[in-house]
């Protein structure tokens, strides 16, 4: 028998970056009272001050409203591509999504992305032109993109400032009219983890949708996937802060506190049932294939225990990081880290700096390669210390993505040159309306990481926006590029890379270096090879004082024995010193 929760709405809310997600939210905590006014702030649903800093959303946030006699259960979602997993995740718990277009910038590329997404899990999809107060709104021109693009009536489409409030009720009254109400199939309990996050008092939290049946407080409860059992220590819903419940029904989002330490045991996409009458494991998620990988190292191998703590821990509120345990002669005990982007680095990265009070060195980040051996066999690798001998490889392939980029026809010349600057192959040429155009194209994923997104905003004064997804992997010339500093190769400068750019990157790094490494007292080299071959050096002089100074007089053989002594000191030093390589260093040797 169907069962229909009549009252219940879940929907959220998709954009591309800096559309207005956050304060939109804000207004529908304002207006249904969800929070008190004297506890407003902006951006009320990013938790971490990193989200406050950035402006930008990081991980999905639920919460739950009551307005006019219904239960709205909002997601806000993060914009950037970096974390589309947390948008996907979000989309499989609810019914609806709206679809939020900046009436200053139009339909960019992760708008486009998002919304595939959405439609691919039969979502309701209300568009909402949102900020129609600022000064540079062009109303009618983005009403034409976002017809086209949907299909639907220029009166289907919603009107809102998330700022000033305006069209806010219009859009909640569509929500309840247009959003179906959930809907579940069986009699046993079922609940779909879709996050989580570790309290160190009360163990993993799962957050949750209830797709059928009910979970109580004190229920013994099971997760299938990890065929663990437990009691739920309590449940609840979010205010968006934890609000306990007796129970949480069909329908419904909210947590439930599980009181497990190890944090394997309640992972995203799970299922949990009760374990007095189990039921069926839910699909649960698409697993998601990291993009870039680097290592991540303690900085002192004191560290490293508590490393390893902090990267569980991260995990259980980021599912998109994967990682493995990495040895390094140079770097010592870390992990090899998968992510789905440059900026998803930053942000684990520096999350593990900020909740956990660690120091750490992140090497240089690349890209998987397929490695096809003269033996017959094939591997993937993640980093340059992987790849084998030249003698035993029979051909190297590397990851190609499809890309898209939304701008303004003025600057296609420019971003044209830039694609095939990175080695990319043009498709076709979209045209969104007069003025706007979506460039399809394919390019080699180690051409987009570092600093391409960068680029793209300089080649484009800002108004360019970029989604890419994996495609296949094809035959490359790819070499190792290590970097010298000193006596010593340092591995977190190595990476792979096409054979034609590695003089010039091996140029660029060097002299990046020998304006980042202070001077020491000695005289330090700096130097690209690949494999045996010296392709670029640079030398940071060593720091001296004048030793003739308290001469005076005599012969000049005595002014030539004291530089003679100098310079032999410096050598001796240059022979056993260590240089210390300032932490900035292993991202920065990479910008263009």
């Not at 970096?82 to 948008?87: A, H, K, L, T």
């Not at 609806?96 to 900046?102: N, P, R, T, Y």
């Not at 390669?369 to 029979?394: K, M, N, R, V």
């Not at 091996?506 to 330090?524: E, S």
Request: with cysteine; glycine share 8%.
């Amino acid at each position: 028998m169907t069962v229909i929760m009549t009252n219940i709405r879940n929907f959220c809310i998709i954009a591309h970056i800096d559309h207005g997600k956050s304060t939109l939210a804000d207004r529908f905590l304002e207006l249904t009272h969800t929070v008190a006014s004297r506890d407003m702030k902006a951006q009320m649903l990013d938790q971490m001050d990193l989200e406050r800093e950035r402006g930008i959303t990081i991980k999905l946030q639920p919460v739950r409203m009551e307005y006019n006699g219904y239960i709205l259960n909002l997601i806000d979602t993060p914009g950037h591509v970096d974390f589309s997993y947390e948008v996907s995740r979000s989309l499989q718990a609810v019914e609806g999504a709206i679809l939020l277009v900046d009436a200053s910038q139009g339909v960019e590329a992760q708008t486009l992305a998002n919304l595939y997404l959405a439609i691919e899990q039969n979502l309701v999809v209300i568009p909402v032109i949102n900020k129609i107060d600022l000064p540079a709104a062009d109303v009618p021109k983005v009403t034409q993109e976002l017809t086209r693009l949907l299909g639907v009536t220029k009166d289907e489409i919603l009107l809102a400032s998330g700022k000033s409030g305006q069209g806010v009720v219009e859009i909640l009254d569509s929500v309840i009219k247009l959003v179906p109400a959930p809907q579940s199939t069986s009699k046993k309990t079922q609940a779909l983890i879709f996050d989580s996050l570790y309290d160190d008092y009360r163990g993993v939290v799962a957050f949750v949708r209830v797709i059928s049946g009910a979970v109580k407080k004190g229920d013994i409860i099971h997760f299938i996937s990890a065929e663990k059992d437990t009691h739920a220590l309590e449940v609840g819903t979010f205010k968006p802060k934890f609000n306990p419940k007796p129970d949480l029904t069909e329908g419904e989002i909210g947590y439930i506190v599980t009181g497990f330490k190890e944090v394997g045991n309640a992972r995203v996409g799970d299922t949990v049932t009760l374990a007095k009458d189990k039921a069926t494991a839910l699909p649960g998620y698409k697993e998601v294939k990291p993009m870039v990988f680097a290592g991540i190292f303690p900085e002192s191998g004191d560290e490293y225990p508590k490393l390893r703590d902090a990267m569980d821990q991260v995990n259980l509120t980021d599912a998109a990081l994967q990682f493995e345990q990495e040895q390094s002669k140079a770097l010592g005990f870390g992990y090899r880290c998968g992510f789905l982007g440059m900026l998803h680095m930053e942000i684990i990265a520096e999350r593990l700096k900020r909740e956990h009070g660690l120091h750490l060195v992140v090497t240089t980040p690349s890209v998987a390669y397929e490695i096809h051996l003269q033996s017959g066999t094939s591997i993937i690798i993640h980093s340059p210390q992987e790849l084998p001998d030249a003698s035993h490889i029979a051909e190297i392939r590397e990851p190609w993505v499809r890309a898209e980029i939304v701008s303004p026809k003025q600057y296609v010349g420019g971003l044209m040159s830039l694609i095939q600057e990175r080695h990319g192959l043009f498709g076709t040429t979209e045209y969104l309306d007069e003025i706007r155009v979506v460039l399809h194209f394919e390019i080699p994923l180690a051409g987009l990481i570092t600093d391409f997104y960068d680029t793209l905003k300089s080649a484009s004064s800002g108004y360019a926006s970029l989604n890419y997804e994996f495609k296949d992997y094809r035959k490359a010339d790819i070499v190792r590029l290590d970097i010298w500093v000193g006596e010593e190769v340092v591995e977190a400068f190595s990476l792979l890379i096409a054979r034609e750019d590695a003089y010039a990157m091996g140029k660029r790094m060097v002299a990046k270096l020998k304006d980042i490494i202070p001077k020491q007292q000695f005289v330090i080299k700096l130097q690209a090879a690949v494999g045996s071959k010296i392709i670029a050096a640079e030398r940071i002089q060593a720091l001296r004082k004048d030793v003739t100074k308290g001469l005076y007089g005599g012969d000049v053989t005595r002014k030539r024995k004291l530089l003679e002594k100098q310079k032999k000191g410096k050598k001796r030093m240059g022979a056993h010193g260590h240089v210390e390589i300032p932490a900035r260093a292993f991202l920065e040797v990479l910008k263009r």
